[in-house]
């Protein structure tokens, strides 16, 4: 009897939480209809994944033993039954998993729903892309598709050397806002340098910010990316009829404040797609926009100088989050990438063309 060896491949696994990291040898995905075998380059770490590993993100609803980490880029090894819209060798990036019981991207492999990703722009790194698409469809959903943000208005993003708040910067920029950004004084600097006045919200009370900066009418548009009491700080900052927008609006808070100014209020939760199956193909959409503002210039991701690779040091980058040490997006290196493409790419659309 010949006795064939199942093929597997490295991963680091959380078998409960706040179990160390565990490098293991599992078994290889294989793609499924509408799936593509991605071999991973980078992983991108979010806050997100700190609160899953210590088991205190009931909404993402990852069961353990698992292997975490939702976003990722690297390049299609394989391609499933009805996922032709791609092929072997295509360089890709998406937000994939981690989350819903879906494998995530600190693997060597993983086979994943072609609708969610999107050919990788060529002038972003793997690493740099790999920190990109949590944050960016958060940042595009809030922005975009809820609050339609437009030339002529004035938009405050809180947290704006964040994660998500960098890229909304960035986003609400390209498309024609005057954009203003609460920050600590450390990251004035930063803030300026894309283009935002930066507010330092630990030194200016909403109040003086709002009369300073809109003479007293309020912003268009008021994203925040911190949550608690800066949500209801948003409520105070915004303009009549203008659009407050939350990716942190958990808790109870008095709407009051908005009802009085006939304004809106939207919640953004894009792991909606990934825990539900509904809206993937969307996400898919978004990263094609973002590829092409990255391809323009107008998108660069704020990277955390710091190495990591596929072991237990990503524990690491972990705590930096935790600590609030990191900054910058941290991003896990699974494959050591070549130097970065020649930039004179054509225009991204996000999918491949042929």
């Known amino acids: 009897m010949v006795m064939t060896r199942t093929p597997t491949m490295k991963a680091l696994v959380i078998d409960r939480a706040n179990a160390p990291f565990r490098l293991a040898e599992v078994p290889r995905p294989a793609p499924d209809v509408g799936q593509l075998l991605i071999r991973i380059h980078a992983s991108g770490v979010n806050p997100l994944d700190t609160k899953i590993r210590a088991g205190l993100a009931a909404h993402a609803r ?157 912003f268009a548009i008021v994203f925040d990316t911190v949550g608690s009491t800066t949500l209801e700080a948003s409520f105070a900052a915004v303009a009549r009829y203008g659009h407050v927008v939350s990716s942190l609006g958990w808790g109870t808070h008095p709407l009051s404040p908005l009802s009085v100014k006939g304004a809106s209020f939207s919640g953004v939760f894009s792991l909606i797609p990934l825990l539900t199956g509904d809206g993937r193909a969307h996400h898919g959409a978004i990263l094609g926009e973002i590829a092409q503002l990255a391809h323009d210039g107008k998108l660069i991701p704020r990277l955390d100088p710091r190495s990591f690779a596929l072991d237990n040091k990503v524990a690491d980058a972990y705590e930096a989050i935790t600590t609030h040490r990191a900054r910058g997006k941290l991003v896990v290196s699974i494959v050591q990438s070549g130097p970065r493409p020649p930039v004179a790419d054509p225009p991204v659309t996000g999918r491949p063309t042929s």
């Open 62 to 218: 990852q069961p353990l033993p698992a292997i975490l980490g939702v976003d990722l880029a690297g390049v299609v090894e394989e391609v499933g039954p009805r996922a032709d819209t791609f092929r072997r060798g295509d360089e890709v990036w998406g937000l994939t998993g981690g989350v819903g019981g879906l494998p995530g991207s600190l693997a060597e492999l993983a086979a994943v729903d072609a609708a969610v990703v999107a050919r990788k722009p060529a002038r972003l790194s793997m690493r740099e892309a790999a920190a990109l698409p949590l944050v960016a469809i958060t940042a595009w959903e809030g922005l975009v598709d809820r609050a339609n943000v437009r030339a002529g208005q004035k938009v405050l993003i809180h947290g704006g050397a964040g994660g998500v708040g960098h890229v909304a910067i960035q986003i609400a920029r390209a498309r024609g806002a005057e954009v203003f950004a609460t920050v600590r004084a450390r990251d004035a600097d930063y803030v300026r340098s894309l283009g935002a006045t930066p507010i330092d919200y630990e030194q200016t009370s909403v109040d003086d910010y709002v009369v300073e900066h809109t003479a007293g009418r309020g």
